[in-house]
């Protein structure tokens, strides 16, 4: 804590960077009459509306405008805009990273939760998320288990969806773009829109919003001679009825629903005998994905006098059908496939109390309840085999393999934090959450292997495990007003992944299971505004210990398990700026630093010793500069540099990947109404990475990132 401490005072002196956030007319402005300088912006990250500013730990904002100016169109693309975090992309998997906490094995949850309108968004494959008609998006880095609850020992992705008003608003958009790829220009399409207004003024209000899309994709198949490898066809919706019958009481009913057929033949061999070259694969068979979800909620609000009552009642689905070449070739002989299909029910209710947003009392409170069910279903198999090339006769050498797996949980959780503050400047915070899940798996595994048509070999097994956990989930912090503009501050918290079950490789009941994953995080840091709020500066440094760690190991040849390591540690800084120099010009940029490593863990099977490895998917720094100009005239500008360091994509750290850095470019026209912008996305073409995975006996699969992508985009608002 000393070296922290000392570290972010050096920051603090030289304190040129800060908030990502756009300044945007539609959150609450207190800036008086001030001229051009940076609006304050309100965030519901630790579950009441506060100023991101006042809050003590790293968050980062990103309003609806500011995605749109951006062209950030979903989760994966939103993390390349925020120091410290990143994605892994597998197409139709993401890994996300926070501050080098993250999942480095394929597992069903991750540590970063996500929630959408106070809703959990559990699974991984649900967490490329859309980002249209929404409010804002905010990022909480860090543990935040005591409001937050298991899955959450990374951070918190908080998307929140517009509420309707009095004020009628639409908008009609569409956009057309080409991915610029050594095989030719490869198209997309989207066409959109949104209405919100009231339906009885006062009262009853309602929005509606749908995006379709249709993207080929910028990846060839050579064995079939088609573009389409990654080709994607999805439609989304959402909408919400909000009544207001009183000042006091606020009731919303939100739905949305998506559904999606993916092409996810990103992975290509960049050595060895079925080596292509980028954004090229060769494959006898498509990787085919169906993916559906939908969700409905219904919230209450009531506003006291001295006490503000917060109920959140909470359904969500998620389904997936997908298949896939298990080899990644184009070779006939021997054929393997691989399928999944899932389905996801989840069900969750909240209460919370807190102190009334009126009250000017020294002590401000939240307590609540939370509650559960989940059930999960996940049926995995492979087909492999040999035919007869001679005469013709079937299948010479077959073996089909299958493992369903169904978890039932559920849970629930009893939480509060409070808030002192003395003198009028020192907050002192302290919350902890008891979190209780109880969860039953059982896993059926078959295997029929024949040969020339007759049986050869049958295997038939069930596994069955119980899972109980209960965890106390503290929090500590003290924020101190160096002055009006200046917060310092420290923080304690701790955060935790919950255990679960090896739902595609268990080989006994001794393996169907893995443990729990605790961190425990130290953040101190500062947030400053300058020359009457036309500067916003912060910075923040950190040291992360990670026990239990939840890691991936041999267990056989060609099958692997999570299991757990044993300790691992991260630590860092970040600085992210904000600045408005000239009415119309912002200026943007943040950088972050992660330094991580693996302390003790020596596997189990092979006997590696892992201990001294830096933990992989964590790049050493990520950096974002830019900045956007709009003139009286309606034209406006942006350029955005996004920038990512090495890093090593396995914990052998055998397979390391270059740092590479993005150029995005945006010009467009605003005329009353209608806005017409024309951008490129990764404008210098930069060749880069996300996967690199070691396949025995084949060469190294790789996922390739998205080449030169050109667009225009037309959006008529009313």
Known sequence: MRKLGGLAAALLCSAMLADPAGAQEDLADK??????????????????????????????????????????????????????????????????TIRGVGSFVTSLYSGTAMYIDDISVPIVFMQNQDLF?????????????????????????????????????????????L??????????????????????????????????????????????????????????????????????????????????????????????????????????????????????????????????????????????DSKWDMDSTSVPLPYMNASLKEHDYLWSQEFRLSSSEKSKSPFSWLAGLYGFTEQLNVNGGSKSGMSDPYYGTGMLLAGDENRETDISMGGFAVFGEGTYTLFERLHLTAGLRYDYMDQWGSQDYTMDATFGGMPMMADKKNYKKRIVGAELLPKFSVGFDVTENVLAYATVSKGYLAGGYNYGSATSKSTLTYDPEYTWSYEVGFKTSWLDKKLIANVAAFYIDMQNKQASEVVSQGVTKISNADRANSKGFEAELRARPLEGLDLFGGFGYTETEITTWRDRVDNYNYSGNELPNVPKYTYNLGAMYQHSSGVYGRVDVLGTGPFYHDAKNDTKE???????????????????????????????RTVRQDISGYGTLAFDGDPRQFGVTVAYSF
């Open 31 to 96: 800036t008086g009459d001030k001229p051009y300088a940076l609006d304050s912006i309100t965030v519901t990250a630790q579950k009441r509306e506060e100023d991101v500013q006042k809050i003590p730990m790293s968050v980062a904002v990103f309003p609806e405008t500011e995605l749109e100016e951006a062209g950030i169109q979903n989760t994966v693309e939103l993390q390349r805009y925020i120091p410290n975090v990143f994605v892994k992309d597998s197409g139709s998997y993401q890994q996300t």
């Open 133 to 177: 008609d929404v409010a804002r998006v905010e990022v909480l880095k860090g543990p935040q288990g005591t409001l937050y609850g298991r899955n959450s020992e990374a951070g918190v992705i908080n998307i929140v969806t517009r509420q309707p008003d009095n004020t009628p608003r639409g908008k009609l958009f569409g956009e057309f773009s």
């Open 179 to 320: 991915y610029d790829t050594n095989h030719g220009a490869a198209p997309g399409y989207q066409v959109g829109g949104s209405a919100s207004g009231p339906l009885v003024k006062d009262k009853l209000f309602i929005n509606l919003a749908g995006k379709w899309n249709y993207d080929l994709g910028a990846i060839r198949n050579e064995y079939s001679k088609r573009d389409d490898a990654n080709e994607i066809k999805r439609i989304t919706g959402r909408g919400q009825l909000r009544w207001t019958p009183t000042d006091r009481l606020d009731i919303s009913l939100l739905a949305d629903a998506a559904n999606s057929h993916d092409k996810f033949g990103y992975g290509h061999y960049i050595d060895g005998p079925f080596k292509t070259d980028f954004h090229k694969i060769s494959r006898n068979d498509d990787d085919n994905r169906h993916w559906r979800g939908n969700s409905q909620s219904l919230r209450a609000k009531y506003k006291g006098d001295e006490v503000d009552f917060l109920s959140v009642t909470g359904r969500r689905y998620f389904g997936d």
């Open 658 to 688: 270059p740092g590479y850095e993005l150029v995005n470019l945006r010009l467009g026209y605003l005329a009353g109404d209608f806005d017409v912008s024309v951008w490129c996305k990764n404008a210098f073409d930069r060749k880069y």
